[in-house]
């Protein structure tokens, strides 16, 4: 089982909007079974899963002294991938969270504020000896604000080409549990969701790949 775990100091970047995408992508691609796990005290996703009718992607409930017990539980289960999100501060609480992650994904808005909190996020990543990478969001179709965040995050770590744009449809899809994968199947919004899926997978896996050209 793949742990991903979504951080980011700055609030309001979008981490439980693409916590809950990303796990709902990853079923409908046939990379799950999937299941999300809230550590943000808001309970913004739990809150959201539990608006949801469909079954999947599974939420487990587990206390950060729990997380790693469950985390063990949940790959014994069957589950392929766990989606951690966390809250918007910088905490021994997090950095304990971050450890247990295969990627630790960065949600980031192009903005200079935004831009200059992701060091600390950064730092948390590289001390627990973690790979880590950035998605870019909430940004404006043709904005050059846009392209010189990518160049500004790609001094400091990979970068997700998938941008993922600010539009309505992804806050109404959380309305009722749902995502824009599943709203608007075909839509702009759920192809950058498919890519940010298809690199956050490549990323998890690049050292397992490694390994397997190595003995070859």
């Known amino acids: 089982m793949k742990t991903l775990v979504i951080a980011s100091q700055k609030g309001g970047a979008g981490k439980t909007t693409i916590a809950a995408h990303l796990a709902v992508a990853a079923e409908l691609a ?18 959201w899963w539990n608006s949801r009718e469909a079954a999947a992607p599974a939420l487990a409930a587990a206390s950060l002294a729990e997380l790693p017990a469950k985390l063990e539980a949940l790959k014994a289960a069957g589950f392929k991938l766990a989606v951690i999100d966390t809250p918007p501060a910088i905490t021994d609480a997090i950095r304990d969270v971050v450890k247990l992650a295969d990627l630790v994904l960065i949600p980031t ?17 590289q001390d627990a000896a ?78 397992k ?8």
Do not use: C, W
């Open 30 to 47: 046939g990379s799950g079974p999937a299941v999300l796990i809230d550590t943000d005290p808001q309970g913004s996703l739990a809150a």
């Open 109 to 125: 808005r192009p903005s200079p504020h935004d831009l200059r909190a992701v060091g600390s996020t950064v730092d948390i990543a």
């Open 130 to 207: 973690r790979p880590f990478a950035f998605a870019v969001t909430q940004a404006k179709p043709t904005a050059r604000l846009t392209v010189q965040a990518v160049a500004a995050l790609s001094a400091h770590g990979p970068v997700a080409p998938a941008i993922v744009h600010d539009r309505v449809d992804y806050a109404a899809s959380m309305v009722d549990g749902r995502t824009v994968q599943e709203t608007d199947p075909k839509g702009r919004s759920a192809d950058e969701i498919g890519q940010l899926l298809s690199f956050v997978l490549e990323r998890m896996n690049a050292k």
């Open 209 to 216: 790949q490694t390994k397997k050209k190595e003995t070859l």
